[in-house]
């Protein structure tokens, strides 16, 4: 393998497929970068096992195309300490290889890319969706937070994308709160269909999105996802499993309405959750005509709090508990200035959508209810 590649524009492909390098690998050529040259592209490579990064780079007086896995942490840092410029790279023995800058080079060891595992592929008529970088990273940004952190249950420990014909719907839930988005800007082939995007991976896809927008097609079937934008593709496999249907636990007749500023109330969430019990972060709504008491006790640390707030709400007196990071997640996540919360009574779960007045009406939130001592 032999070629020149621009310093900076090697080190930024090689940022970007760097998020799939595994920390502790099972396999120690996963510890390295694949480069695999064809003609004037080259491709760059990096994987974990369960998902993988390849992205291309374009080079100049190419002279042998080839395969090797470099070391990544090496490789990466000396890359940073460069100033922009061309670089040659070539293999010089049947295990090392050089990388030459202006008055200077290294040697680095490298493996065979033989030995590098294979990306998985798609099957046979997969599932294509055509959106766009900006419609993607706003539905996981949207919604991420809400998902659960438990790494045994896969299915949760996700963002899920529910496709119709007319909208496409993010959702992400920890079985106590959860949060849907709500587009139109995804095109299918299909006319139904769902994909399961690991948090992780998820939060890489987000992290390596562009920052112009930019056309993203994500194609996949049952047992793997590939998400493509520019010269960069993400190749995920996915987890086994259905996702729960979210749609019968979103509340349809909740009569008592709240209406609040939402910096507000989240400021006032956040006062009284300082006196809550640590285990459980446990925070009580006393709901009345006119005013919202929001109060929290600690018995175990003689801790109290309590704070009324004028508000507009219709509907009957009640008390309901609340684990008090549900609601501030959920408010701090929006950016509209006033809220609605719908409550049935003090066991079933409340809404918590936008006020139309602020015409942000593609996102809602639901949070269940919990008993406070």
């Given at each position: 393998m032999k070629f020149s590649v621009n310093s900076n524009d090697l080190l930024a492909g090689l940022l970007t497929v760097q998020k799939a390098i595994p920390a502790k690998a099972s396999d120690?050529?996963?510890?390295?970068?694949?480069?695999?040259?064809?003609?004037?592209?080259?491709?760059?490579?990096?994987?974990?096992?369960?998902?993988?990064?390849?992205?291309?780079?374009?080079?100049?007086?190419?002279?042998?195309?080839?395969?090797?896995?470099?070391?990544?942490?090496?490789?990466?840092?000396?890359?940073?300490?460069?100033?922009?410029q061309p670089l040659r790279i070539e293999t010089i023995s049947d295990s090392a290889f050089s990388i030459a800058w202006t008055g200077g080079d290294s040697t680095l060891p490298f493996l065979y890319g033989d030995d590098y595992p294979s990306v998985k592929t798609l099957g046979e008529d997969p599932c294509i969706l055509q959106t766009d970088s900006e419609t993607i990273g706003e539905g996981i940004s949207s919604t991420i937070y809400a998902s659960s952190d438990d790494e045994s249950r896969p299915i949760m420990n996700?963002?899920?994308l529910d496709v119709k014909p007319s909208l496409t719907t993010f959702v992400a839930s920890d079985l106590q709160k959860l949060v849907c988005y709500n587009t139109a800007n995804v095109k299918s082939e299909t006319p139904e269909c769902g994909v399961v995007l690991n948090?992780?991976?998820?939060?890489?896809?987000?992290?390596?999105?562009?920052?112009?927008?930019?056309?993203?097609?994500?194609?996949?079937?049952?047992?793997?996802?590939?998400?493509?934008?520019?010269?960069?593709?993400?190749?995920?496999?996915?987890?086994?499993?259905?996702?729960?249907?979210?749609?019968?636990?979103?509340?349809?007749?909740n009569s008592n309405i709240l209406r609040i500023g939402r910096t507000r109330l989240l400021n006032t969430v956040r006062r009284i959750a300082v006196c809550s019990p640590k285990a459980s972060n446990h925070i009580k709504f006393d709901l009345a005509p006119g005013v919202l008491e929001i109060s929290a006790q600690d018995m175990g640390f003689e801790l109290s709090a309590h704070e009324k707030v004028e508000c507009d709400y219709n509907g009957d007196e009640l008390s309901v508990g609340f684990k008090s990071t549900h609601i501030s997640d959920i408010l701090s996540n929006l950016s509209c200035e006033n809220i609605i919360m719908k409550f049935a009574d003090r066991r079933r779960s409340i809404l918590i959508i936008p006020d139309d007045e602020d015409g942000e009406d593609n996102i809602f939130g639901i949070v269940m209810p919990v008993v406070v001592k």
């Open positions: 120690p050529i996963l510890e390295n970068y694949l480069l695999s040259l064809q003609g004037t592209d080259l491709h760059l490579t990096a994987s974990n096992g369960e998902f993988t990064l390849n992205t291309v780079v374009q080079t100049a007086e190419t002279t042998e195309d080839g395969v090797m896995a470099i070391p990544s942490r090496q490789v990466t840092d000396l890359l940073k300490e460069l100033p922009d996700s963002v899920y948090k992780r991976h998820a939060l890489v896809l987000r992290s390596i999105l562009p920052k112009e927008n930019t056309p993203l097609t994500i194609a996949f079937d049952k047992d793997v996802v590939v998400i493509s934008f520019l010269s960069t593709k993400m190749t995920c496999t996915l987890a086994v499993g259905k996702y729960p249907d979210y749609k019968t636990i979103i509340p349809k007749s």
